[in-house]
């Protein structure tokens, strides 16, 4: 067996998105202000610094400004201002616009900006390596080493090169081992790293689960006349029934580009539902069509969000490493944003890790760092938000008009707090329960279907390489999903990644298409067995997204 080289770093940061990048970035600014000498790196899985970059968006420039003042002389991709708010309330043909003054804070987004976040993503990047941060894209962070005392002392990449029996090919190359006194996760929701030590070190006692959603998004490049830069609307409503937690945005960019999408939270209870099948309904809508009626889809993805807030956030340091970002859930699902929360965790744990640094700590816990959040604006913010999620338990009409309560009269200083104990996949009932749904046939013009979807992902695997989406017990899925929820993986994979064919013999068995899989997580968060675990392919693999 070859041995894996090794290499040593102050501080390792797992994952090249908005949380990672404000680590690594502050760390630098640190050392560069009280002449230090650290050495920090960060891995990115993804192809390029943004290919696996996801969200909206509308981002709040506040962490930014306060991580790098002069953003805009330097350049950063935020330029296209949001002009006007709207929200609607859908039914099956009509659209009820929220008058502006009756709209909680949390959807008013004066100040804010409509960008694509993979491009803020680069911009951080450069950023960064301009400071002399070290950043490895292309390399999966695919296992958690540990020293004698069981505390983290950095990571290993996998091996490249692997056959799909397991035997080597003459591209083998083992993974690298990174040893750092401090270790930051950010992997984005549901991290496979940071699922094994929230479990390892029970980071959750004591918490809500987590929550999650399901956003898939398009990218579209409109008529012109069609065109309003700085538009936000946001809508709840059709084509999701009452019960279903969820929503869309059309975001309106400069160049004649809209983004649209879809989030649906994965508690959702009927296995007939199809989020990726909602999401072209929503398109369809009187209200909606207009806007991309003559216009070109030009990107595709889509990409689990934690929803649960502060009340299902994990204790975030244990001993050697944090976690940051959406890997530990700090996105405000009431203002529908996650990249500013994002940034501020990155730049709390990165000042925490500078100190013990200075004071030459080693793999113990960073505590300075919770502690941090707990005084910030970002812990205020979420505070005010805590029960968002939870009252669309009690019906989306209770919801709107809590929220409005909570949000509007109380200014989020609400003497109650909701809490929830059922996990997501457990909220699925049997098929036989519940009524089935037919979705329309794709018209290929406003809406498609999911293969033709995938291929504008720009997503690719090696084809003889392991399967990433590993079962646990390879019966389970026609023994289980399939006898009762009518085999949902087929439906809530927005990549046509599973689905269930007949044997030589006749009998049902999966297939699993891992070469769709646009790395969004849902079957590891919503599988109702919990028997499908999402593992990292070889770096570099997945959708590469273009500024999404």
């Known amino acids: 067996m070859s041995e894996r080289e090794s290499m040593e770093y102050d501080v390792v940061v797992v994952g090249g998105g908005p949380a990672g990048l404000a680590t690594a970035i502050r760390l630098k600014q640190l050392a560069a202000e009280k002449n230090q000498e650290i050495g920090v790196c960060v891995l990115e899985?993804?192809?390029?610094?943004?290919?696996?970059?996801?969200?909206?968006?509308?981002?709040?420039?506040?962490?930014?400004?306060?991580?790098?003042?002069?953003?805009?002389?330097?350049?950063?991709?935020?330029?296209?201002?949001?002009?006007?708010?709207?929200?609607?309330?859908?039914?099956?043909?009509?659209?009820?616009?929220?008058?502006?003054?009756?709209?909680?804070?949390?959807?008013?987004?004066?100040?804010?900006?409509?960008?694509?976040?993979?491009?803020?993503?680069?911009?951080?990047?450069?950023?960064?390596?301009?400071?002399?941060?070290?950043?490895?894209?292309?390399?999966?962070?695919?296992?958690?080493?540990?020293?004698?005392n069981g505390a983290v002392r950095g990571v290993a990449t996998g091996d490249m090169g692997v056959a799909r029996d397991g035997s080597h090919t003459d591209h083998y190359q083992p993974g690298m081992e990174l040893h750092a006194r401090y270790t930051v996760f950010g992997e984005g929701a549901r991290g496979q790293l940071g699922r094994q030590l929230i479990e390892r070190f029970k980071l959750d006692d004591g918490r809500d689960p987590q929550a999650y959603g399901i956003g898939i998004k398009e990218m579209w490049e409109v008529d012109p006349a069609q065109s309003k830069p700085g538009l936000v609307i946001h809508t709840a409503g059709w084509p999701l029934d009452s019960d279903t937690y969820g929503g869309s945005f059309l975001y309106h960019l400069d160049n004649n580009l809209v983004a649209v999408g879809m989030i649906v939270g994965l508690d959702y209870a009927n296995p007939w539902l199809s989020p990726f099948d909602e999401f072209q309904r929503y398109k369809t809508h009187p209200a909606i069509r207009g806007t991309f009626e003559g216009g070109k889809r030009i990107a595709y993805g889509a990409r689990a969000i934690t929803a649960g807030g502060l009340l299902s956030l994990p204790k975030l340091t244990f001993p050697g490493g944090a976690l940051v970002g959406c890997e530990a859930g700090f996105l405000n699902a009431s203002r529908i944003k996650g990249s500013h929360a994002a940034i501020k965790s990155g730049k709390l744990a990165a000042e925490a890790a500078f100190d013990a640094l200075v004071a030459d700590r080693r793999q113990d816990e960073l505590t300075a760092y919770p502690q941090a959040f707990e005084a910030s604006w970002l812990h205020a913010e979420l505070n005010k938000a805590r029960n968002f999620k939870q009252w669309f338990k009690k019906g989306r009409t209770i919801a709107t008009v809590m929220t409005g309560v909570e949000q509007l009269l109380l200014k989020g200083k609400m003497p109650w707090t909701l809490r929830h104990s059922k996990p997501d996949h457990a909220c699925l009932q049997p098929a036989s329960e519940c009524a089935r749904i037919d979705y329309p046939k794709p018209d290929g013009k406003l809406t498609f279907d999911k293969l033709s979807s995938v291929f504008i992902s720009n997503t690719n695997h090696e084809e003889n390489e392991p399967i990433h989406l590993t079962l646990k017990d390879p019966s389970v899925p026609v023994s289980v999903n399939l006898a009762k929820y009518g085999g949902p993986e087929s439906r809530y994979c927005p990549a046509g990644v599973y689905e269930f064919i007949k044997d030589d013999h006749g009998d049902d068995r999966l297939q699993i298409n891992a070469q769709n899989c646009v790395h969004c997580k849902t079957c590891d968060i919503k599988d109702p067995t919990q028997n499908i675990v999402w593992v990292a392919p070889q770096g570099g693999e997945g959708p590469v997204y273009s500024g999404m």
Not at 112 to 131: F, P
Request: hydrophobic share 45%; with cysteine.
């Open 45 to 148: 899985k993804g192809a390029e610094l943004g290919a696996h970059i996801l969200s909206g968006a509308v981002m709040d420039p506040l962490a930014l400004t306060e991580l790098i003042p002069d953003w805009k002389e330097k350049g950063a991709p935020l330029n296209v201002p949001v002009t006007q708010d709207k929200f609607l309330f859908l039914s099956q043909t009509g659209a009820r616009a929220t008058p502006n003054w009756l709209l909680p804070p949390c959807f008013h987004n004066e100040g804010n900006y409509i960008v694509r976040l993979g491009d803020v993503v680069k911009w951080m990047g450069e950023q960064a390596e301009a400071l002399g941060v070290d950043i490895f894209p292309g390399f999966a962070a695919v296992e958690v080493l540990y020293d004698e």
